[in-house]
């Protein structure tokens, strides 16, 4: 499962660069890679069986302030670039060891 949801985040590559083509500006790029990219943790989150389900869960919300990882506005108050918020939208986190 982990491996089949790291692929459709890579994938997202793919997504943002048919916009580009398609004249899409940087923002709306974004905004929609990462929309579709918590669309997929959500998804896959709720598929994952527990505990480790809870744990990335918990994870995620320590980390982003959400549990379903971070959100365009959470980005860019970190100063990320349009370009870099593309970027990692289709990078795959890493799942949280145990503690």
Request: proline share 7%; hydrophobic share 40%; no cysteine.
């Given at each position: 499962?982990?491996?089949e949801?790291?692929?459709?985040?890579?994938d997202l590559?793919?997504?943002?660069?048919?916009?580009?083509?398609d004249?899409?500006?940087?923002?709306?790029?974004?905004r929609?890679v990462?929309?579709?990219?918590?669309?997929?943790?959500?998804?896959?989150?709720?598929?994952?069986?527990?505990?480790?389900?809870?744990?990335?869960?918990?994870?995620?919300?320590?980390?982003?302030?959400?549990?379903?990882?971070?959100?365009?506005?959470?980005?860019?108050?970190?100063?990320r670039?349009?370009?870099?918020?593309?970027?990692?939208?289709?990078?795959?986190?890493?799942i949280?060891?145990?503690?």
């Open positions: 499962m982990r491996a949801y790291e692929k459709r985040v890579r590559a793919a997504v943002a660069e048919r916009m580009r083509r004249g899409a500006d940087a923002e709306t790029i974004a929609t990462v929309a579709e990219r918590r669309a997929l943790a959500a998804h896959y989150k709720e598929m994952t069986p527990e505990p480790l389900r809870t744990r990335i869960f918990a994870h995620t919300v320590a980390v982003y302030s959400d549990p379903l990882g971070p959100t365009v506005d959470y980005l860019r108050g970190k100063g670039s349009w370009e870099e918020i593309i970027a990692s939208a289709s990078r795959p986190g890493e949280p060891v145990e503690d």
